[in-house]
């Protein structure tokens, strides 16, 4: 039989799932599938393929309303959730609660300074598991908002608008961390042993979402996505989103390249995908599931989705000496594969590997939208705008 070029739309396989017929790989499936029957067939034969990811990832947020719930009306300057400060800097009763923002008064930093157990990203948490927390706010009084406080408990679901707002998500690659001066320290990356006697590396590898679409040619702006357990949005590129200057054959960036900004409804979400951080010596973060479906639209896509873990380079970085100083010194590069193993070879070391990420449960991700696409739950969106890649 004669080959031909495959070239599908979103709309067509959208048709194919509203009638039961799609086929839906997650993407450690699809990277045997390619494997198996070569990028044209699979291109043929798969529709949509889908990825995850549960890391953590600080530059997460909470935008929410309070609602003008008791009168007289306020304008809010200050504002606190379980002691947590949130920027009112915003119209009335709009505020932002960043993930790693600190409790005012963390009874851990008074005992050990730089140390937190508790902050914006438990607040998030806490929130959707149905808890009550509080409320403080502070305002200074004008003629239409003449209230200058509020103290009360409040739930998610009084709260009028509560959305999670995420800078940036999802890193394309990034740093392996490893700590070459005489004494530990402590990171976002976690605690870095002395004379490198541990590697931390975040990814999810092959089933990770920038690495099955490392071009963007499907995800964009308006790219419908798993977000903490419901459902989001990609709002285009992320803060700090750099287009990579060298890449493998795959397309694949050898260094920390491109970023999302994702949306989504916290009143949708599921507190199994969204866990409140804590990192020793360091300070509070949010660990965020997120699960990109990139439909195969034809075999240059099916052949990113083919990526395995064999396939991505991560650049190791000293974080004792260079990275606080910025400098852009790359010791080796590794392999996802080898750092997965448990054990990886750095400057003739063998190394103990530290992932940040859970694989259980970015697979989790994953299948979780594979289930609801083949339900017919959740359609593909068209972006309408694609991302800057090169």
């Not at 890391?55 to 997460?60: G, T």
Request: proline share 7%.
């Amino acid at each position: 039989m004669a080959s031909f070029k495959v070239n599908k739309t979103i709309a067509e396989i959208n048709e194919r799932i509203r009638q039961g017929k799609a086929v839906v790989l997650n993407a450690e499936e699809m990277t045997e599938a390619v494997r198996r029957m070569g990028k044209e067939k699979a291109a043929r034969e798969i529709d949509v393929v889908t990825t995850g990811t549960f890391s953590p990832m600080c530059s997460s947020g909470l935008l929410f309303n309070i609602g003008q719930q008791d009168p007289p009306t306020l304008k809010t300057s200050k504002v606190w959730m379980n002691d947590v400060p949130a920027y009112a800097g915003l119209a009335a009763v709009d505020s932002y609660l960043g993930a790693t923002e600190p409790t005012e008064d963390d009874p851990l930093n008074k005992v050990y300074p730089g140390r937190f157990k508790y902050g914006g990203g438990h607040v998030i948490e806490d929130l959707v598991r149905g808890k009550a927390v509080h409320l403080r706010a502070e305002a200074y009084g004008t003629d239409c908002y003449p209230r200058k406080s509020l103290d009360k408990k409040i739930t998610l679901s009084e709260l009028p608008y509560a959305h999670l707002l995420n800078p940036r998500n999802c890193y394309q690659n990034y740093n392996a961390a490893v700590n070459l001066t005489s004494r530990i320290i402590y990171t976002y990356m976690g605690p870095l042993k002395p004379n490198l006697r541990n590697v931390n590396f975040a990814t999810a590898g092959r089933i990770s979402p920038l690495f099955n679409d490392p071009l963007f040619r499907t995800i964009g702006l308006g790219t419908r996505i798993f977000l903490g357990g419901g459902t989001g949005y990609v709002l285009g590129a992320g803060t700090q989103h750099v287009a990579a200057p060298k890449r493998t054959e795959r397309g694949l960036p050898l260094s920390p390249a491109g970023t999302l900004m994702l949306k989504g409804d916290l009143k949708g979400m599921n507190p199994r995908y969204l866990r409140g951080l804590s990192f020793l010596g360091y300070g509070c973060s949010l660990a965020v599931g997120v699960g990109i479906p990139i439909p195969i639209l034809n075999e240059e896509i099916a052949w990113f989705t083919g990526v395995d873990d064999s396939d991505i380079q991560m650049p190791v970085k000293d974080y004792g000496h260079d990275y606080p100083n910025c400098l852009p010194r790359v010791i080796q590069h590794v392999t996802y594969e080898d750092l997965k193993s448990g054990e990886v070879e750095i400057m003739g070391k063998k190394v103990e590997t530290v992932p940040m990420t859970s694989y259980p449960l970015s697979l989790e991700v994953a299948n979780t939208l594979k289930a609801w696409i083949e339900k017919g739950e959740f359609l593909l969106t068209e972006p309408v705008e694609l991302l800057p890649s090169a």
